[in-house]
């Protein structure tokens, strides 16, 4: 009885002793966060910027007059790119959704067909389309395919990936047991239990990421064609190179009338399924 009395007094001297160390690791691991903060933000701001080169007040006014206002006579001009911007968006997303379900399916652990090779090749397929910027899937597409909306699409689908498989593998994850289980004692392939009792389940989430992923992509294709990947954002790149300040911005009302209507229909549409 003395014995495991001693033992308990030293395991609880052990953990607050560990404690207090954990605790004091926190806060200069704060304190070291803190510090280094300031100093890339000092350095950013004082060091690395040339304040001289900055205009005056009343120059970056005039500058900003400059562009008001809106070319009105331009916006018959945008209508064309504008449509192209909202095909780039709805052929990317859909590219994107085409490519998502075949990665969602080697990503899904209690699915995947051979554990250690297909999941990490579906979980480097996520990895690989999260980390790299559409901008950067544009510069790639129009090195490789020329300039054009094509280009876009492909950038946009790609960029899609990460984020509909993603989302859709760990629904796969965490789906209700039963319905699987009631489909495979009928003797059903695996790929019927799939069908029958997997996707009934994470199909409405499925088609409301995927809503909520072109919305997403409205945004993208917007800036997309600052590379050349087509849409609207070519025309304000050529506009701001060209000086025409008001022909730019009326490109920006263009861009936020195109981003609004997007929202608004999918938060419709999401409204409905959901």
């Known amino acids: ?61 005039i500058t900003v007059l400059r562009f008001f206002p809106p070319n009105l006579s331009f916006v018959l001009t945008l209508l064309k790119p504008t449509i192209e911007t909202f095909i780039i968006a709805v052929l990317g997303t859909l590219f994107g959704i085409v490519i998502s ?13 051979y554990f250690p ?19 950067v899937w544009g510069l790639i597409f129009v090195a490789a395919l020329g300039l054009g909306p094509f280009p876009g699409i492909m950038a946009i689908g790609l ?16 789906v209700n047991i039963g319905p699987i289980e009631a489909v495979e004692a009928t003797g059903a392939s695996k790929f019927q239990v799939i069908i029958y009792g997997i996707v ?14 072109w919305d997403i992509n409205i945004r993208r294709a917007t800036i997309i064609g600052l590379v ?19 022909n730019a ?7 936020l009338i195109l981003v609004l209507l997007g929202e608004y229909i999918s938060n419709r549409l999401r409204m409905k399924i959901l």
């Open 117 to 135: 090779i297909t999941y990490p090749i579906g979980r480097f397929i996520m990895t690989i389309s999260r980390s790299v910027h559409e901008i």
């Open 1 to 61: 009885m003395k014995r495991q009395n001693h033992k308990k007094k030293d395991s609880g001297v052990f953990k607050r002793k560990e404690d207090f160390f954990f605790r004091w690791f926190c806060r200069v691991g704060y304190l070291l966060l803190v510090i280094m903060s300031i100093w890339f933000g000092y350095s950013l701001l004082f060091v690395r910027t040339d304040w001289s080169r900055m205009l005056s007040f009343k120059q970056m006014v």
């Open 101 to 113: 379900i075949p990665v969602s399916y080697l990503a899904a652990r209690n699915i995947t067909p």
């Open 200 to 213: 009934p389940q994470i199909l409405h989430l499925f088609i409301g990421n995927a809503i909520f992923q």
């Open 228 to 246: 050349g990947a087509g849409g609207i954002g070519i025309v304000f790149s050529v506009q701001m190179a060209m000086y025409n300040y008001r």
């Open 249 to 255: 911005t009326a490109t920006i009302v263009a861009i």
């Open 159 to 174: 960029r899609s990936v990460g984020f509909l498989s993603k989302l859709t593998s760990e629904e796969i994850e965490h």
